[in-house]
């Protein structure tokens, strides 16, 4: 039973395409978060939200825009895909306060060609 | 300079060896620390957390944290192929709700 998960699981697509990212968490938690880990295994925040509100937004180009229709579903949606976008894309959960113990999802491999 | 530094490595080391695997950071206002465990083509997973300096152990994994230099470290007993991963220290709290700032992980090997 998957406690966060993420769909697609790989994603190839072309520069100037959109694309979406899906993510569900079924831990009843109410924060929750979006990491890019480039190729060197690095894992940094891009958003987070608290029961579907905005409360970390790192310096992201704006062609990221994140969307969560529920607590339980964080999506993040891409415009304009770039070639420096290629990354793993990682959701995670928490409850509100308690960001030391998240629950990340398998990921999402982006690469644009 | 990052927050949080973390010598990548890679490290290797034989079967049942003591593991030690450190980091430092720089923002005093960290209040939590913690060590995630990559398994290849995998999500990070939770390995332990702890708020204050001292030990916290584990079964085979303790994790230490000096706050006064600012140094982090886990420690892995009895060494097994099973535990070859990337390990990522991780630190945060600066406020309630607060992001996680991560360091960029060691990818370590144990040979059986």
């Known amino acids: 039973d998957t406690a966060v998960s993420q769909t697609p699981k790989y994603l190839v697509t072309q520069m100037g395409n959109d694309k979406s990212i899906k993510c569900e968490q079924n831990?009843?938690?109410?924060?929750m978060y979006w990491y890019k880990q480039d190729s060197k295994k690095f894992l940094k925040i891009m958003f987070s939200?608290?029961?579907?509100?905005?409360?970390i937004n790192e310096t992201v180009p704006n062609r990221f825009s994140p969307k969560s229709p529920d607590k339980a579903h964080l999506n993040l949606h891409i415009n304009s895909l770039e070639l420096g976008d290629s990354a793993v894309y990682f959701c995670?959960?928490?409850?509100?306060?308690?960001?030391?113990?998240?629950?990340f999802g398998p990921g999402t491999r982006l690469l644009v060609l | 300079q990052k927050e949080v530094e973390q010598d990548p490595g890679p490290l290797s080391v034989p079967e049942g060896a003591i593991v030690s695997l450190n980091c430092t950071y720089s923002?005093?206002?960290?209040?939590?620390f913690m060590w995630y465990r990559q398994y290849s083509r995998k999500g990070p997973e939770l390995l332990m957390y702890?708020?204050?300096?001292g030990n916290k152990e584990d079964g085979r994994f303790t994790a230490q944290v000096d706050k006064s230099s600012k140094y982090i470290s886990l420690f892995i007993r009895d060494s097994q192929p099973s535990d070859s991963a990337t390990y990522l220290c991780?630190?945060?709290?600066?406020?309630?709700?607060?992001?996680?700032?991560f360091g960029e992980g060691t990818q370590l090997t144990v040979n059986p």
């Open positions: 995670a959960s928490s409850q509100f306060g308690r960001s030391e113990t998240q629950y």
């Open positions: 831990l009843g938690h109410d924060t």
């Open positions: 939200y608290n029961n579907k509100e905005l409360i």
């Open positions: 923002n005093s206002a960290f209040q939590y």
């Open positions: 702890t708020y204050s300096s």
């Open positions: 991780a630190s945060g709290g600066e406020t309630s709700g607060s992001r996680l700032t």
